[in-house]
Each structure stands twice: as structure tokens, then as C-alpha cells.
């Protein structure tokens, strides 16, 4: 009798422990996400590269693991990784608003690539997915003025204001791009 109670503990044991391995992917990801928010980008890159390695998450948590994955590496300026990570994440199918945000995220390491005309690509196609993505626009807006293409900026950065009234970025970036078109008030003291 004792044998089997043993035995019956040792199963139990088994069971639980496969159990709980059989939680690991998801319980990674969620790690990784948790981590991305408290800024943590090395632990985030771990976390999310454990749950994708196991190989158990289904396609749309896959996808969006890979889009963690490419935040934590784009903030580790492992930019070549970060946008196979973002495009892995497209290829397999996301919801159009959180898609819109993986085209914003790649189009940022492209940017930080110098990759100029992807970015505003990425940044076109996170528009289109959701017109009403003041990020975007933001973003779009300041590679179109670091372009030297003034007029699609400033409409980027209306289009911005108009969706966010109080987008702090979209009023500096357009204040650059006045004061590089010279649009500055005249007959002020000069200090």
C-alpha cells in the first residue's frame, strides 16, 4: 500500500511538473511584456526569446511575442533583429490596430538604420492600417523634415494635431520645421 501511495505521489508529481512546463511560453511572454513596460529590455529580449524558442504559442501569440521581442531589441539597438522580429510578427497575422503599432516600431528602427525611405513606408502603412495614430503621423512627419520635404511634414504634423490636440512632439517638430522655413516672428528685440 505504501508502494502505490509513492508511487501515486511520484505521478503526481510528474503531472504537475509537465504541467507547469507545459505554462511556461505563455508565462515567458506575459515576463516579457511585464518587462518591456518596466523598461527592462535585456530581460524582455530573454523572456520573449524563451517562450518563442519552446515553440508551443499559438500563431497569434507568436506574433505578438515577436513584436515584444523586436521593442526589446530596437531598444538594444540591435536594429537588424528588431526588424526581423517586427516583420516575423506582420507575417503572421496581427489584428490591424496592433499591427498599425508593429509598422510604427519597425519603422523606428529603420529610422534608427537610417533606412529613411522604409521608415516612412512603415510609417504610411501603420497609418493606413489606423488613420487615427498620432504616432505615426509624428514619426512620418519628422523623417519628411529631416528630408527636406517641408510641406508633407507640416501636413503630418497637423494631421497629428488634429487626431492629439495636445501631442507635446507634433507642436516641437512643427516648430522646428517653421524655424527652418524661417517662419519666425519679425520686429522682436533680438537677444
Known amino acids: 500500500m505504501r508502494f502505490f501511495a509513492i508511487l501515486f505521489t511520484l505521478a503526481g508529481s510528474l503531472l504537475l511538473s509537465v504541467s507547469a512546463f507545459a505554462q511556461t511560453p505563455g508565462q515567458d511572454a506575459l515576463r516579457a511584456f511585464d518587462a518591456l513596460r518596466a523598461g527592462d529590455w535585456e530581460l524582455a529580449n530573454v523572456y520573449a526569446t524563451r517562450a518563442l524558442e519552446a515553440g508551443t504559442l499559438a500563431p497569434g501569440d507568436q506574433a505578438a511575442v515577436y513584436g515584444y521581442r523586436g521593442d526589446a531589441r530596437r531598444h538594444l539597438d540591435d536594429l537588424q533583429d528588431a526588424v526581423l522580429d517586427y516583420t ?70 497637423a494631421d497629428a494635431l488634429k487626431i492629439s490636440p495636445d501631442n507635446a512632439r507634433a507642436y516641437s517638430n512643427r516648430g522646428q520645421a517653421y524655424m527652418q522655413l524661417e517662419f519666425y516672428e519679425i520686429g522682436r528685440a533680438h537677444v
Request: charged share 20%.
Open 88 to 157: 516575423r510578427a506582420l507575417d503572421l497575422g496581427l489584428p490591424p490596430a496592433y499591427a498599425a503599432r508593429v509598422y510604427n516600431n519597425r519603422g523606428m528602427a529603420m529610422f534608427a538604420a537610417d533606412l529613411y525611405g522604409n521608415a516612412v513606408e512603415d510609417y504610411t502603412a501603420a497609418i493606413r492600417l489606423d488613420p487615427k495614430f498620432a504616432e505615426a503621423y509624428v514619426n512620418r512627419g519628422v523623417v519628411n523634415m529631416l528630408n527636406g520635404r517641408l510641406d508633407p511634414a507640416f501636413q503630418d504634423f
